[in-house]
C-alpha cells in the first residue's frame, strides 16, 4: 500500500530554521514525483516545492524561492524541504503528496497524501 508520512513540524521563531521530511513505503522515488503543499487558516491549499521521478527537476512557489530547499534521499526513500528564513506567513499545515512522474501544481492530480505536520512561525 503507498503511503507518504510527514514529520518535522513545530513552532519557530521569525527568521529560524525547520527541516520537515516525508517517507515514503509502498513505492520508490525513481518513478514518483514528491510535492510539499500547505494550507493556511481559512485559506486554500497551495503548493509550495516539488521534485520530479529521479530528482531530474524541482520547482517552487514564488513565495519560497531562496529560502526553501527540496531534496531527496533515495536510500531512505524520503524526501526532505528545508526552510530557513521563516516568516509568520510560512505557518500552515504542511502537507506531502505523490503521483506518478512528473510535478503538478494541481492539487487534484495528486492521489496519496500524508496527514500534514502543523509549522507555526512565531514570536
Known amino acids: 500500500q503507498l503511503q507518504v508520512v510527514e514529520s518535522g513540524g513545530g513552532l519557530v521563531q521569525p527568521g529560524g530554521s525547520l527541516r520537515l521530511s516525508c517517507a515514503g513505503s509502498g513505492f520508490t522515488l525513481d518513478y514518483y514525483a514528491i510535492a510539499w503543499f500547505r494550507q493556511a487558516p481559512g485559506k486554500e491549499r497551495e503548493g509550495v516545492s516539488c521534485v520530479n521521478m529521479r530528482g531530474a527537476s524541482t520547482n517552487y512557489a514564488d513565495s519560497v524561492k531562496g529560502r526553501f530547499t527540496i531534496s531527496r534521499d533515495v536510500a531512505k526513500n524520503t524526501v526532505y524541504l528545508q526552510m530557513n528564513s521563516l516568516k509568520p506567513e510560512d505557518t500552515g499545515v504542511y502537507y506531502c503528496?505523490?503521483?506518478?512522474?512528473?510535478?503538478?501544481?494541481?492539487?487534484?492530480?495528486?492521489?496519496?497524501w500524508g496527514q500534514g505536520t502543523q509549522v507555526t512561525v512565531s514570536s
Open positions: 503528496a505523490t503521483r506518478s512522474f512528473s510535478c503538478s501544481g494541481d492539487v487534484r492530480e495528486f492521489i496519496y
